[in-house]
């Protein structure tokens, strides 16, 4: 493995002795590293999404070339956040979280803008870790979409089990 | 409305004034009801889905009938759960979760069944909250798939937005 790389010494620091990390080690670490800012640290629920985000055998757990990918992932969409929440409230309002889907390329149609839009706030405000999961499932739901849909016509063939796997674990 | 329903004066109590539940009055109440019994109260999160799950104009809040209608299932999930937590230890394991499915009624493949038993679990072992929030989902998107396959051949066409508004709500 990479001894030049500044994250790997972390990584198996946080991992322990089975070489990758779980929900529980990456709530741990993500809270230590501070990623968070000011604002509401991970809740374990959070964790599980982003570790099911990429684990694709399934494991439950999330090697050092997923944990580098999500560690960008997390920079990308913290900048976003902070660029949505001028006042540093630590909260973001949905004309602005439709913004903010938007700048990411994802194009929704209003119905779906405002159905993610309900399901992550709190008294019509998202907080820093719901953004974070919404962002994760939007990217893992995209991502498993794209790789069916070989012929980009925005149409996906789903048999039952494809498709349970494909959104249970997120 | 059933002036005659005892449910009735229970739910206006918790719904004040808007005369429909949010996902906080939602955990207050089912905490107060004590329907989790010996285990683990439910977590924000499994309540926000079990709203998503009945939520079909995706308000974020929950009217009379579909309380009832949650309470109900509550209550057969709790005695399934309680069924197959033989020693009351608050969590079942991953071979007694996939029974668990099973006799729910769902056909599922075992690479699916795996997937499932993996995202719910903490060390090996599934507690009351993320067993509700499982079959909470598992009911949900199984109601989406359905309605979208009026064949009853096993297979649906979604196109982008559907299937995000039918799997990033839950
Ligand atoms: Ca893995
Ligand atoms: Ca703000
Ligand atoms: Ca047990």
Not at 81 to 103: K, W, Y
Not at 125 to 148: G, N
Request: with cysteine; aromatic share 12%; proline share 4%.
């Amino acid at each position: 493995y990479p001894a030049g790389d500044p994250m790997w010494g972390y990584f198996t620091a946080v991992a322990g002795q089975d070489g990758e990390i779980d929900a529980e080690e990456l709530q741990r670490c993500l809270s230590q590293a501070g990623i968070h800012g000011s604002y509401t640290p991970f809740s374990l629920e959070t964790c599980r999404i982003m570790i099911a985000m990429l684990d694709r055998d399934f494991t439950g757990k999330m090697g050092f070339n997923e944990f580098k990918e999500l560690w960008g992932a997390l920079n990308a969409w913290k900048q976003n956040f902070c660029a949505v929440d001028h006042d540093r409230s630590g909260t973001v309002e949905p004309h602005e979280m439709n913004q903010a889907i938007l700048s990411m390329g994802y194009r929704l149609n209003p119905p779906t803008l405002n159905a993610i839009v309900k399901r992550y706030s709190k008294n019509g405000r998202i907080f820093f870790d719901d953004y974070v999961a919404c962002c994760v499932k939007l990217r893992a739901l995209t991502d498993a979409f794209r790789r069916r849909d070989s012929m980009q016509q925005g149409m996906v063939n789903f048999i039952y089990d494809d498709f349970l796997q494909c959104t249970m674990a997120i």
